[in-house]
């Protein structure tokens, strides 16, 4: 499945990048999440995320373990391709 996340780094972990994307990637491979881009952005985020993640749960996992290690926050938004639109209005 498919996660959009939306990413606010807390103002302790700006200048300790490396640090937080070495302690970020090792959960995520923990997990079985995979990221498929990255992007910063100027704005009410500072990051967006495309990852792919097994299933809810592990997503859910990374987010509350993201939140807790004081890294910033996360808004996690599930993606949905177009096959899985159509599949979705075929049963309307």
């Known amino acids: 499945?498919?996660?959009?996340?939306?990413?606010?780094?807390?103002?302790?972990?700006?200048?300790?990048?490396?640090?937080?994307?070495?302690?970020?990637?090792?959960?995520?491979?923990?997990?079985?999440?995979?990221?498929?881009?990255?992007?910063?952005?100027?704005?009410?985020y500072d990051f967006v995320d495309i990852?792919?993640?097994?299933?809810?749960?592990?997503m859910l996992a990374f987010s509350v373990w993201y939140g807790q290690q004081g890294y910033g926050s996360l808004q996690t938004l599930p993606a949905f391709d177009e096959a899985a639109m159509a599949a979705a209005l075929a049963k309307l």
Request: avoid cysteine; glycine fraction near 8%; charged fraction near 25%.
């Open 1 to 44: 499945m498919k996660y959009v996340l939306l990413g606010k780094l807390s103002s302790d972990w700006m200048t300790r990048q490396e640090e937080r994307l070495a302690g970020a990637k090792a959960k995520l491979a923990d997990l079985g999440i995979t990221i498929d881009a990255v992007y910063y952005t100027q704005g009410e």
């Open 51 to 58: 990852m792919d993640a097994p299933d809810a749960t592990a």
